[in-house]
């Protein structure tokens, strides 16, 4: 699909999740169904703008994280949403210039700004692929991701803010083992999710009433279920925490616990 088609494929007039995202960012590339299912989420939820941007400050933390502490060279970032400052690429290069990362993303906007996403350093690689989380294999046998990664070698797997678009208990764990299956030992698994575990009961029963009534396409999950998505790997200390909380560096905003909504942690496949 070229950026023409792409352009033609957009629906306006429907909330999309990478748009809405954008928006909290404080970013331009939204639509004002985006804006309206942004500020009926805020209204019922006030935290949920600092739960983006503690996300987004989580995704530049765990990136160095990788490149700089782990020896990570390769990433598969799916889900990445619209480019905004420090992406996976910009913050992975400017630790180690020749990392390779792959980008996925389901939204035609997305595709429409890849050549955003495409700036690479020289050494370096990055790639889009146009997909979609709920079919890992289509992801994994797309000939643009062998080209650009070496699945012989680590590789970061990023599920920033996107398993929480897997509608459905036990769901989006079976997503996260397929991709890790395809991973080799030495490879991290990188996920932050959405939960409803820090609202008083009042706000978890209304978001359980905005999900029925389908004005909320972000199903929540709980410390536990956030837990188990890393069975069977190493977590890194520690363990699945508000992402605010996830190795915090000095100048990222500090959030209460109860003010971020999101459950993050890192881990090493043995």
Known sequence: MDAEQSRTAIDSTVAHPARRYNYWLGGKDNFAADRASGDELEAAFPNVRKGAI???AMLRRATRYLAAEAGI???LDIGTGLPTADNTHEVAQ???PESRIVYVDNDPLVMVHARALLTTSPEGRTAYIEADLKDPDTILADPTLRETLDLGQPVG???IAVLHFIQGHGTAKP???RLLDALPSGSYLVATHATSDFGTPEQQALYQQMMEQGRSDVWT???AE???LFDGLDL????VVPASKWHPAPGDPAFADNEVNVWAGVARKP
């Open 236 to 239: 890194i200390d520690p363990g």
């Open 226 to 228: 956030v837990t188990d």
């Open 54 to 56: 503690a996300n987004r």
């Open 157 to 159: 797997l990023m599920l």
């Open 73 to 75: 060279r390769q990433f």
């Open 94 to 96: 400017s630790v180690a």
């Open 175 to 177: 997503i996260v083992q």
């Open 221 to 223: 999950r709980g410390h």
